[in-house]
């Protein structure tokens, strides 16, 4: 399965940075902070049930990891950096740590939830997702997205800010989410947590300095990390210009 992308070429001497958006967004969720790297060539990718991805779907992690593998070679891409943002983080997290990254020079997450640790926690966070999957597909997105971002996780987002998200987000396919957030549900990911601190490929932590919850994810991983201020869970989005300058420092551009 080969996922729809956007492909910026750049300098062919330079690694590839491919881009993965969060849960809802899409291939141009990125842009403006992958756009400041016009030497790196980009690839903004739809992950399965986004975009122009909607009809591309999956089951587990395994079949979204086998689907990135499969684009990645599409494009002969040889040497990159994957930069994930929350559900996209996670696939990335997974990604690298499934043993199938040749050509992978490092992986930059934001915001994204290295794995539950207990079977009540995986219990308790299915049946949620389950309840959100019926919204996304049953109900008009709009309403839904608008109980979506007044979860606590994005509690530093101003109602201007929430009312734009939910402006952005109504025009996705609901059953083609409600099925993407039950295949990746966290409560079916792995705790990456081990293989993260055995890792052999560089790994870098982005989080907002408003986002507590996964400031203190941060603090459990055995990572480097920056934190980007002036920013909630969705830093990228926020203050695009703090997560460029961290990017441009790890990736050397």
């Given amino acids: ?76 891409i040889l040497n990159y950096w994957l930069i994930g943002y929350s559900l996209g983080g996670r696939i990335a997290m997974t990604f690298a740590c499934q043993h199938q990254r040749q050509g992978l020079l490092g992986v930059v997450v934001e915001g994204g939830h290295p794995g539950l640790q207990s079977a009540e926690q995986r219990a308790q966070r299915w049946q949620s997702d389950n309840r959100w999957a019926q919204r996304f597909a049953c109900e008009p997105l709009n309403q839904v997205f608008d109980a979506w971002y007044r979860q606590p996780v994005f509690a530093s987002l101003a109602p201007a800010q929430r009312d734009a998200l939910v402006a952005l987000r109504q025009n ?37 300095e408003r986002d507590s919850k996964f400031m203190a994810i941060a603090d459990e991983l055995a990572a480097p990390r920056h934190v980007i201020r002036n920013a909630g869970h969705n830093a990228h989005r926020e203050n695009p210009e703090g997560v460029v300058a961290c990017l441009a420092k790890i990736v050397h551009l």
């Fill in 1 to 76: 399965m080969i996922l729809n992308a956007v492909a910026r070429p750049g300098d062919p001497k330079q690694p590839w940075l491919v881009f993965l958006h969060g849960f809802s967004g899409d291939c141009r969720e990125w842009q403006t902070v992958g756009e400041a790297f016009p030497d790196a060539s980009r690839l903004y990718i739809d992950l399965p049930g986004h975009g122009d991805s909607t009809t591309c779907q999956v089951n587990n992690f395994t079949e979204v990891c086998a689907a990135l593998r499969e684009t990645l070679v599409s494009y002969n």
């Fill in 172 to 208: 996705n396919d609901g059953s083609a989410l409600a099925a993407m957030l039950l295949a990746t549900s966290l409560s079916v990911q792995d705790d990456l947590r081990d293989a993260l601190r055995d890792r052999d490929f560089p790994f870098w932590y982005l989080c907002g």
